[in-house]
């Protein structure tokens, strides 16, 4: 028991004020776990570390104005990551916000994951799962987020459409060859409505669109409510 508490003592001081972080991170063997949740459980007695919710914890961070809990990011972190690898991303109003499609702020989050259900409740921060239509990585997870955008455009509260596709237009503005790729790439696993209004926008940026424009059916009509007006390229791709 000693021995073990001294191990996770050592690894609890090199981590940094306001991680989160879980059982996973701290090396412990499958034969030490018994010992490993008695020495946590002292810690946490101690005040060295605090408990977030069921095996998540954090070092919390001392201030003139108190204790400082960490940020909705890093409290995030332990439920998209897994060791160390991105399995996950917020998506829904939330992420809409942020890219500034909406005003509206979601009493909870949306976590979108391929192969698991991620549930959180921490503090005020409430989460419920959704299926990504791939596997979610640190390369594409930003890029999942627009294409999300692009499925629930019709949904969004709120949106000004006209604002909506100069938002979505420079973030593709901002994407280096191969995120377009990737993006289009990925597009390819999204509703064909979402692959139209891509290529639709792509167009207007004189960005190659074959390989979406092929994944298509030129019969297929899909419905945004976008006219000429705000987006040139809709007839081209059918949207309506």
């Not at 005040?47 to 998540?56: C, E, F, P, Y």
């Not at 976590?111 to 390369?139: E, F, H, L, M, Q």
Request: hydrophobic share 40%; charged share 25%.
């Amino acid at each position: 028991m000693v021995s073990v508490m001294r191990k996770i003592e050592k690894q609890l001081i090199k981590i940094r004020v306001g991680t989160t972080f879980k059982y996973q991170q701290l090396s412990i063997a499958p034969n030490e776990y018994g010992a490993a949740t008695k020495a946590i459980e002292r810690f946490i007695s101690e005040g060295m570390i605090k408990r977030i919710s069921t095996g998540v914890f954090y070092k919390p961070l001392q201030t003139v104005f108190g204790e400082l809990i960490p940020n909705e990011d890093e409290l995030l972190k332990s439920y998209l990551f897994k060791n160390n690898k991105r399995i996950a991303y917020v998506t829904g109003i939330s992420l809409y916000n942020k890219m500034g499609l909406t005003t509206q702020v979601s009493k909870s989050i949306k976590i979108a994951c391929r192969d698991k259900r991620i549930t959180i409740s921490i503090g005020n921060i409430k989460g419920s799962p959704v299926k990504s239509y791939i596997d979610v990585t640190s390369n594409n997870f930003h890029l999942l987020g627009f294409l999300d955008a692009l499925k629930d455009f019709k949904k969004i509260p709120n949106l000004d459409k006209k604002d909506g596709i100069i938002i979505l237009t420079n973030i593709l503005k901002g994407l280096d060859t191969n995120e377009i790729k990737l993006l289009i790439k990925s597009s390819l696993s999204y509703p064909p409505r979402v692959r139209a209004f891509l290529g639709a926008l792509l167009e207007v940026l004189d960005i190659e669109t074959i390989n979406i424009k092929k994944s298509l059916n030129p019969l297929s009509e899909y419905n945004y409510t976008i006219s000429e007006d705000l987006l040139s390229t809709v007839n081209n791709w059918n949207i309506i």
